[in-house]
């Protein structure tokens, strides 16, 4: 997997424009979130195993997610990283673009590393997308 040359543009063009949508359990959480920012930098699917699931709220996608990996969201995302090539690093070292973890009110969440690389942008239920510091994660994988 590699970023496209004009991956920087592509990731703020996405980043405005799921802005504009809001949360859902079935198309827009935040794994596919973290895999969209993924797409915009690579044009890599790290959720085509998911195409075609259904998934009505929290309860079915935490079932896919366990089927599929065995784990949590933190299970799902070291498996398909590892499957794409990407490396995992300590949150500090994560850089723009970069998928990022962080528990939050007793779960998992993804994120994606901001333009300000001090930052992560995550998509939450009731709250959309929000910025929360780096530091504050808890894993870390590049995108490159």
């Known amino acids: 997997m590699m970023r496209r040359e004009d991956w920087p543009e592509r990731l703020r063009e996405y980043f405005e424009a799921a802005e504009k949508r809001p949360f859902s359990w079935g198309n827009h959480n935040c ?5 969209g920012a993924v797409v915009a930098q690579t044009d890599v699917d790290p ?7 259904n998934i009505r709220g929290r309860v079915s996608a935490y079932k896919r997610v366990r089927a599929f990996a065995g784990g949590g969201v933190r299970e799902l995302t070291a498996k398909i990283s590892e499957d794409l ?8 070292m994560a850089g723009r673009g970069d998928i990022v973890c962080l528990e939050i009110e007793g779960c998992d969440a993804l994120g994606v590393v901001d333009l300000n690389p001090r ?3 995550f ?3 009731e709250r959309g997308l929000v910025r929360l510091p ?4 808890v894993k870390a994988w ?3």
């Open 123 to 125: 998509l939450l239920p």
């Open 85 to 92: 090539g990407m490396d995992e690093v300590v949150p500090a």
């Open 142 to 144: 590049k995108v490159e």
């Open 119 to 121: 930052n992560a942008r």
């Open 31 to 35: 794994c596919h979130f973290a895999a």
């Open 47 to 53: 959720t085509a195993c998911f195409t075609g699931t």
């Open 134 to 137: 780096v530091l504050k994660c």
